[in-house]
């Protein structure tokens, strides 16, 4: 039974960092592409950031390039969403997704397994 566990969020004020967790089980790490999506109050569902199974390359949206940063412990099964400068409107709920396909995966749909999400609030 494959399951992700999203950790770490919490409120944090405008321009200070945070870093999340998503813990993998029941799945083959190194195999999947793991991303971070997430979705503020009334909005869809976004994308952040993915980093690539096949070689390990990692994709930013716009929004986010330069101040956050993906890594990933294969010893431990985890990937990590480091945020640093954060704004007002990063404020969403946070979930990682695993995929069996490779680069810059970015939608929604190509993902099979989904965290429980973490919420992540900025403050002024």
């Known amino acids: 039974q494959v399951q992700l566990v999203n950790s770490g969020g919490g409120l944090v004020q405008a321009g200070g960092s945070l870093r999340l967790s998503c813990a993998a089980s029941?799945?083959?790490?190194?195999?999947?592409?793991m991303a971070w999506f997430r979705q503020a109050p009334g909005k869809e569902r976004e994308y952040v950031a993915a980093?690539?199974?096949?070689?390990?390359?990692?994709y930013y949206a716009d929004s986010v390039k330069g101040r956050f940063t993906v890594s990933r412990d294969p010893g431990k099964n985890t990937v990590y969403l480091q945020m640093n400068s954060l704004k007002l409107e990063d404020t969403a709920a946070y979930y990682c997704?695993?995929?069996?396909?490779?680069?810059?995966?970015?939608?929604?749909?190509?993902?099979?397994?989904w965290g429980q999400g973490t919420q992540v609030t900025v403050s002024s």
């Open positions: 997704a695993a995929s069996r396909l490779s680069g810059a995966v970015t939608t929604q749909g190509a993902y099979a397994y």
């Open positions: 029941g799945l083959t790490f190194s195999f999947w592409t």
């Open positions: 980093i690539s199974w096949s070689d390990g390359t990692i």
